[in-house]
C-alpha cells in the first residue's frame, strides 16, 4: 500500500461521504425494519411507510456493504495518505484503530443484518448492538476532525473534503 499523496482522491472522498450518508440513513431510519420484523413474527400488518423503509434498510444495507469492498480495494490498490504528523503518537495509534473499527463495522454490520434477516435471533441482537458503537464512533471521528482542523491546523480535515495529488 503506499501513501505517498497529500490527499485522497476524488473517487475515495465520494465512497467516503456517499457511505457515510448511507450510515445516518441507517441510523435514522433503521428502527422501522425492527418494525416490519416484528410484525412479522406477529403476524400483525405493517403500515406501508415501515414497509418502505424496512425495505430501504435493507437494500441500503447492502449497498453500504458492496461500497465499502470498493473503497477497501481503491485503498489497496491506490493507497492513502500519510497521516498527519503533528501531535502525540497515542493520537496516529487512536486514528489507525478508530479506522479500522470503523472498517470492521461497516462490513460486519450489514452482514449480521442479513444473518439476522435470513436466519433471526440471536443476530438481530447483535445487529443493533451496533447502533450505539456506531453513533460514538462517529462522533469521536467528526471531533477529531474538527480538532485537527481548528486546533492542530493540520489539513486532515481538508484532506477529506478536497482531492489531493
Aim: charged share 15%.
Amino acid at each position: 500500500m503506499t501513501e505517498t499523496r497529500i490527499g485522497y482522491s476524488s473517487y475515495q472522498i465520494a465512497l467516503h461521504w456517499i457511505i457515510a450518508a448511507l450510515v445516518l440513513f441507517q441510523l435514522l431510519f433503521g428502527e422501522s425494519m425492527t418494525t416490519v420484523v416484528d410484525a412479522a413474527e406477529n403476524g400483525a400488518a405493517v403500515f406501508p411507510a415501515d414497509q418502505t423503509l424496512g425495505s430501504a434498510h435493507f437494500w441500503v444495507g447492502i449497498s453500504i456493504l458492496a461500497l465499502v469492498f470498493v473503497r477497501l480495494t481503491m485503498r489497496l490498490i491506490s493507497g492513502a495518505p500519510r497521516p498527519a504528523d503533528r501531535g502525540p503518537a497515542w493520537m496516529r495509534i487512536a486514528a489507525r484503530g478508530s479506522h479500522g473499527l470503523f472498517y470492521l463495522l461497516l462490513l460486519a454490520t450489514p452482514i449480521v443484518g442479513l444473518l439476522a434477516f435470513y436466519i433471526g435471533d440471536p443476530w438481530g441482537d447483535i445487529h443493533s448492538l451496533n447502533k450505539p458503537v456506531f453513533i460514538i464512533l462517529i462522533s469521536v471521528h467528526a471531533l477529531a476532525a474538527l480538532f485537527h482542523q481548528y486546533w492542530l491546523r493540520d489539513g486532515t480535515l481538508k484532506r477529506m473534503l478536497s482531492p489531493g495529488r
